[in-house]
């Protein structure tokens, strides 16, 4: 059964510092994707990652994936307020469906 | 730009009740899920369908039935709602590797 987590749970971090969020996963996947979620509004989807050695950027937002470490992680540089929200890793099972992890959720300050 | 919506964005029941929470996808999407969202839980799979009048069981569908007569629209039944069905409930629709979510439905069961 495949089982996501994520670590840490709750970020706190200054504007202008850079973190990293981890997902790992159970069993064999070789698909990540990562979601972020505002308060009170629904999943919007940031990266898929498909296949092992992976790498996708948008804007201050990188997330990689290591399939054999069956690891993803998500990078912040230069953080801002904007950022601030719940962070989602999900992983495919061969059934198609789309395991999540607990989220983090990341708070920003000035 | 694809389109998942839901019928309620909040919904408050008595215990008892049966329940119909709708979803209505507007991209032609084969496959179509629904999550409940808790605290610490991360999303969890009550039911998705890859075609119309197919079901299939997710991590945790008691208490819970579908309906997909038609491909556009996804509709979840609380048979008989608890109050530990009170939950955030999203629905989703995917198009090969990316999910597409709707806005949510809150409800409180009573």
């Known amino acids: 059964e495949l089982k996501v987590e994520q670590n840490p749970l709750f970020l706190s971090m200054q504007e202008g510092k850079n973190y990293t969020i981890y997902c790992n996963y159970s069993t064999t996947s070789d698909r990540l994707y990562w979601y972020r979620q505002d308060p009170g509004k629904s999943l919007e989807s940031l990266f898929v990652l498909l296949s092992n050695g992976a790498v996708k950027q948008e804007g201050r937002l990188m997330a990689s994936l290591d399939t054999k470490a069956r690891l993803s992680t998500l990078h912040i540089t230069a953080a801002v307020h904007d950022l601030s929200a719940t962070y989602f890793c999900a992983a495919q099972d061969y059934g198609q469906n789309f395991v999540f992890g607990p989220g983090t959720r990341l708070s920003v300050l000035p | 730009d694809v389109k998942v919506t839901q019928s309620s964005r909040y919904l408050v029941k008595r215990t008892g009740e049966k329940v119909f929470l709708e979803c209505v996808q507007d991209?032609?999407?084969?496959?179509m899920f629904w999550y409940r969202q808790d605290p610490g839980l991360g999303l969890r799979l009550i039911y998705f369908?890859?075609?119309?009048?197919?079901?299939e069981k997710g991590d945790i569908p008691e208490g819970y039935s579908v309906s997909r007569e038609k491909k556009e629209r996804f509709s979840l039944i609380l048979e008989s709602a608890s109050t530990n069905q009170t939950s955030m409930y999203l629905c989703?629709?995917?198009?090969?590797?990316?999910?597409?979510f709707g806005p949510g439905t809150r409800l409180l069961v009573l």
């Open positions: 989703a629709s995917s198009f090969m590797e990316t999910q597409y």
């Open positions: 991209m032609d999407h084969e496959n």
């Open positions: 369908s890859y075609d119309v009048k197919m079901k």
